[in-house]
């Protein structure tokens, strides 16, 4: 069993099971974390408490005994929850790209 304790950094991963009982359990159904849903892990502090992640479009921070309850699967690098994360030539700064017969212009 993995949990969202063990996950690296910059890995996306889908939540199998969440462990706990009572208000705990709730507490983390309450973020946002249900059975199903991606999680990406952002950040890990130095001693491993707390762990940051994005989750549904927000980031969240969780203590490393709340992650310890959260068991995941399909841990997948270089993802982000919208996908694949973008070459640096992929990407374009807003109103570069065609926004249509004006150019994105307001009239």
Do not use: W
């Amino acid at each position: 069993m993995s949990t969202l304790r063990e996950a690296k950094i910059g890995t996306t991963v889908k939540v199998i099971k969440l462990h706990g009982e009572g208000a705990v359990k709730r507490h983390i159904m309450d973020m946002g974390i249900t059975k199903g849903c991606s999680v990406f892990i952002r950040k890990v502090a130095p001693l491993g408490d707390p762990v940051e992640v994005t989750v549904r479009g927000y980031e969240l921070s969780l203590r490393k005994s709340e992650a310890e309850l959260i068991e995941i699967d399909d841990v997948t690098s270089g993802q982000t929850e919208a996908g694949p994360v973008p070459a640096a030539d992929e990407t374009k700064a807003p109103g570069t790209g065609s926004e249509g017969a004006n150019g994105g212009a307001v009239e």
